[in-house]
């Protein structure tokens, strides 16, 4: 029966061929570190043996010459091997964690695979670290695993075939060890996984929901479901940890058994006078030491249930389908006019959110996009950055439809203040920067002070280098939302979309922001409001009503 190596490790076989110079000196490590021990050790027993038997220090010296420089060479591969091992490793570790927030990236903006954010970042932390022990405790080992007991096999043959034909049947035994229960040793790691991602979203959506859980005195209840989780992960763990010794202990005794084997039947080949006394112990050690690579697989492998299940959650999200193709050439157009022409679309619930869909937007002008919740107008700024495609119908910037313009330029076209924005743990003025990187001081202070954010800034602690914490803990919401304006004016994209940007602001700052719309209406830009206030309508040039059009 043909053996296939099972799809999730397949998988994992694919960024490997990246890395061929890696894994080369990983391989020839490995061998050299296992060669170099099994030679060792066949050094010391042959000494052993000559010394039992009487030998000479003269005839001892070159076995004592070839011991010394097989010990240097097995301690320098030993070191090399780990060091390549884990070199190779880490690099493949790199690449799948960059793989898997390109995954989360093309599901955007909707939930991948239906996982909540914790689970999530345990896949992208935890599933992908777990890889390390098939990167670098059974990729690199599988060429010592094959050639060192092929030596070891050569070397009793050469003691006596008969050695050799009775040890020969341990070696696939040992190497089938991890096999014998393989299935369930799956089985058992996908549901330690599943136990695990619920955990750790349970233990973050705990986090997040600090102040509801306290203001509705739920705390204990939290604490209790958390309690109950954790006990269920420990009952898997202990199931998988029995399994676990199981395995450990038969891979344990095929190589005890290959030695008593070998010894008890070199012993009986010295009594009979077909075997030298003095090459006893060398059949001996080589029994145990050709299987030790093996072994060191067999061990590792031990845990391969829990990397086929954490590959199998890695590379769901590495292979997630783009929500949207980028294969746009065209130029960037030169006018920021939008056209939406007869745009269909639905979420894929059975209940269309746009349906015919009909409005343009003059380049320069400043229109609001109005109707009640779940009318589809947050879902006209998603449609203008290509983060969804519309079910029917074309939207075109320019007179150029959106799907034959590279996803780059568009989002150079496009700036969006979205509703339920985001500020990272950094600095205010870092966070400001995000859509240019590069920009100068003077003109990150621009953009705060036509977002009407450069007063409160600057009466900060640090100013500008004042941290806003996690998801702008610090800062009101009302301040998170004019950073967050300063952030896509920065970018001086030629259209702007506010979706729901003035929720947050007091009568005083709106007034401020409908100034800075002005300006940027004089100044060319094509500005989106999406908005529920009429006072923040106001600032619009007229106003498209979604109702007629939704699918609600």
Request: aromatic share 4%; proline share 4%.
């Amino acid at each position: 029966m043909r053996f296939a190596l099972p799809q999730e490790l397949q998988g994992l076989l694919v960024p490997v061929r990246a890395q061929r110079a890696r894994l080369a000196r990983a391989l020839l490590a490995c061998l050299l570190a296992q060669a170099a021990t099994l030679a060792a050790l066949a050094c010391a027993a042959w000494l052993a043996g000559q010394a039992i038997a009487g030998a000479g220090m003269a005839a001892l010296r070159p076995g004592f010459v070839a011991l010394a420089f097989a010990a240097a060479a097995a301690a320098l591969g030993r070191w090399w091997q780990s060091h390549a091992a884990h070199d190779l490793a880490f690099a493949l570790i790199e690449t799948l964690q960059l793989g898997i927030y390109d995954g989360l990236e093309r599901a955007a903006p909707t939930r991948v695979l239906g996982r909540r954010t914790g689970e999530l970042a345990a896949i992208a932390t935890a599933d992908a670290e777990l890889m390390e022990m098939f990167y670098a405790h059974m990729l690199g080992d599988l060429v010592g695993a094959v050639a060192v007991p092929l030596a070891g096999l050569c070397a009793l043959a050469w003691l006596h075939p008969a050695l050799a034909l009775l040890w020969l049947p341990f070696a696939p035994a040992l190497a089938a060890a991890p096999l014998w229960r393989a299935r369930r040793a799956v089985a058992q790691g996908a549901r330690q996984a599943r136990a695990l991602g619920r955990l750790n979203a349970d233990v973050v959506e705990g986090i997040q929901a600090q102040r509801e859980l306290a203001a509705f005195g739920r705390q204990r209840r939290w604490l209790a479901r958390m309690a109950r989780a954790t006990q269920a992960v420990g009952a898997l763990q202990r199931r998988a940890a029995a399994r676990a010794g199981i395995e450990q202990a038969l891979a344990d005794a095929v190589p005890a058994l290959a030695v008593l084997a070998v010894a008890s039947l070199a012993g009986w080949l010295v009594a009979q006078g077909r075997l030298d006394a003095a090459l006893l112990p060398l059949a001996v050690v080589l029994a145990g030491a050709a299987l030790a690579p093996i072994a060191e697989v067999a061990q590792a492998a031990r845990r391969l249930g829990d990397v086929r299940a954490g590959a199998q959650r890695v590379l769901a999200i590495l292979r997630q389908p783009a929500r949207v193709r980028d294969t746009g050439q065209a130029v960037r157009p030169a006018m920021a006019d939008v056209c939406f022409d007869d745009v269909h679309f639905g979420y894929g619930t059975g209940q269309p959110v746009l349906r015919g869909a009909s409005f343009a937007i003059r380049a320069g002008e400043c229109v609001a996009l109005a109707g009640p919740s779940g009318a589809g107008k947050t879902t006209c700024a998603h449609l203008l950055l290509r983060l969804v495609e519309p079910d029917a119908g074309a939207i075109r910037i320019g007179g150029t439809d959106l799907r034959d313009l590279p996803l780059a330029t568009l989002r150079a076209l496009v700036a969006v203040v979205p509703q339920d924005l985001h500020l990272f743990d950094a600095s205010v003025a870092d966070n400001i920067r995000l859509g240019r990187p590069g920009a100068s001081m003077a003109e990150v202070r621009e953009a705060a002070r036509l977002a009407r954010a450069h007063g409160f800034i600057a009466a900060l602690p640090q100013g500008y280098g004042t941290r806003c914490g996690e998801r702008g803990a610090q800062l009101s919401r009302g301040e998170r939302q004019r950073i967050a304006i300063a952030r896509a004016l920065l970018v001086d994209a030629p259209i702007l979309v506010l979706d729901e940007a003035t929720a947050s602001l007091d009568a005083r700052s709106e007034a401020a922001i409908g100034t800075a719309i002005g300006l940027l209406k004089r100044r060319g830009r094509t500005v989106v409001l999406i908005a529920h206030r009429p006072s923040t309508m106001r600032h619009a040039d007229r106003v498209v009503s979604l109702q007629d059009c939704s699918g609600g």
